[in-house]
DNA sequence: GGTATGATTGACT
DNA sequence: GTCAATCATACCA
């Protein structure tokens, strides 16, 4: 289990470590594919500009959910990060689906697996995350956090959709994973790799 | 009070 | 590729 401790760093160092590990809420997620870091120093991120009632919980302990609507339709779910007060957080891109694949085909409409959790937007859909998360520790049920078994080959690029600080390489994926949201710029492949080092 | 803006998605040309 | 949905928040008057 990841406990607080893990959280209370940097969410630039935390984010690229949840890649692999498996959330569960109510029995329902799979393996963390893609997330992305926010900092309060990070003109792109909620907590920029100091505690809200809206982004409260990010400035809360570290280790604990912050939930907001996107375009007031989508309900995406963040790992609240630093020393309590400090304001950052990790952004849960998307999920490989492994556990209660019905269950999140129900909630998002008869969907491709590679369509259950591919996108904050979606994610929350198919794990039914509201406000009412917001704020809940996450080494509590209804979530479920269990750490990666092995290192990944992760993948680095510019997060999506922000027009702040548009350029800093703060989105990480599991290379070569067929459920990230969106491919990544200059992807990072096993091939890629062992042809830039060669032994 | 009014208005502009999203850490998105899905439908459509 | 374009665009609407839909609403809390931020900012200005």
Redesign the pocket.
Known sequence: MLDRAFFARPALLVAPELIGAILRIDGVGGTIVET?A?DQADP????F?GP???NAS?FGPPGCAYVY??????W?L?FVCNDEGHGG?V?IRALEPLYGLERMAER?GAASPR?LCS????LGQALAVTKGLDGLPLDQPPFALQPRAAEPLIAVGP?????KAAERPWRFGLAGSLFL?RPFPRPICALEAREACPS
């Not at 792109?44 to 907590?47: C, L, M, V």
């Not at 997060?159 to 027009?163: L, M, Q, V």
């Open positions: 992305e926010y792109a991120s909620h907590s500009p809200t009632p809206r990010m609507r996107s375009y007031g339709v989508h995406c963040n957080g952004l998002r369509l996108g904050p937007g979606r997060r999506i959709g922000i027009s949201s």
